[in-house]
């Protein structure tokens, strides 16, 4: 087999891996001697054409949602054309939720601020003396006396 041949089965090997079939079903279909044949090809593969850098991976997923949020949307709108509401709600579910996926990918979901209203109506004095009152009782409740037959 050629490199170009081999190269374009050990990338096929990885999407197999990747949609979740074992190493033997790839070795199965694809020709491979063995399952550890398979994974080798597809980590010499990977070593070969290592993953693209963060924001080109994140540019890549948003701009696959973002066109097929665009398609979606297109299928929801022929929908509500022929009176087919019930699958034009359920498309509008997917295009927001691809919608609100593109957001988090592209860093717009912000967290909102929490207001903590604290009054503290002792003196750090007090706390203090309170703390050491309530430690002083746990030390104190702890001794417990021993009965008369194991004191000998």
């Known amino acids: 087999m050629d490199r170009k041949s081999s190269t374009a089965r050990a990338a096929e090997a990885w999407r197999l891996h990747v949609r979740g079939r074992t190493w033997q079903e790839i070795a199965d279909e694809l020709g491979f001697k063995s399952r550890q044949s398979a994974n080798k090809a597809v980590k010499s593969y990977l070593e070969k054409n290592p993953p693209a850098d963060i924001d080109t991976m ?36 997917v295009v927001l939720d691809g919608v609100d996926k593109r957001a988090k990918l592209e860093g717009l979901h912000i967290a909102v601020p929490q207001v903590v209203d604290l009054n503290v109506t002792q003196t750090v004095v007090e706390m203090i003396t309170d703390t050491r009152a309530k430690l002083q009782a746990a030390i104190d409740a702890e001794i417990v006396p021993l009965p008369e037959e194991l004191e000998r």
């Open 58 to 93: 994140r540019r890549a997923r948003g701009d696959l949602l973002a066109d097929t949020t665009a398609r979606l949307h297109d299928c929801m709108v022929d929908a509500i054309e022929a009176g087919k509401f019930r699958d034009a709600a359920e498309l509008g579910k």
